[in-house]
């Protein structure tokens, strides 16, 4: 079996910064790919960012500039270091571990921005 924890989030002010972080264990071998989205109640799970194993990135237009995706491969840990935050940015934070053989989701975490 795989577990994904995340950590991190919580409430910040606008301007303010949270960094998550979602760590993979158990059963799970060369990852391929590492990624964070994001879900506000009502609308459709979106995608924040996204590292490959080989370190390509991908960043949501809406947050390029401000969020920076990283990863520890020997930890099989994902980063999301997410600065200038906005209201915008409030919204349920999953991470997403892809593998052979594995496609997983996080339990979520709240980031709260207010203003």
């Known amino acids: 079996q795989v577990q994904l924890v995340q950590s991190g989030g919580g409430l910040v002010q606008a301007g303010g910064s949270l960094r998550l972080s979602c760590a993979a264990s158990?059963?799970?071998?060369?990852?391929?790919?590492m990624g964070w989205y994001r879900q506000v109640s009502g609308k459709e799970r979106e995608l924040v960012a996204h590292?490959?194993?080989?370190?390509?990135?991908i960043y949501a237009d809406s947050v390029k500039g401000r969020f920076t995706i990283s990863r520890d491969s020997a930890k099989n840990t994902v980063y999301l270091q997410m600065n200038s935050l906005k209201v915008e940015d409030t919204a349920v934070y999953y991470c997403?571990?892809?593998?052979?053989?594995?496609?997983?989701w996080g339990q979520g975490t709240q980031v709260t921005v207010s203003s």
């Open positions: 997403k571990v892809l593998s052979p053989g594995y496609n997983g």
């Open positions: 158990g059963s799970i071998f060369s990852i391929s790919a």
């Open positions: 590292i490959t194993s080989a370190g390509s990135k």
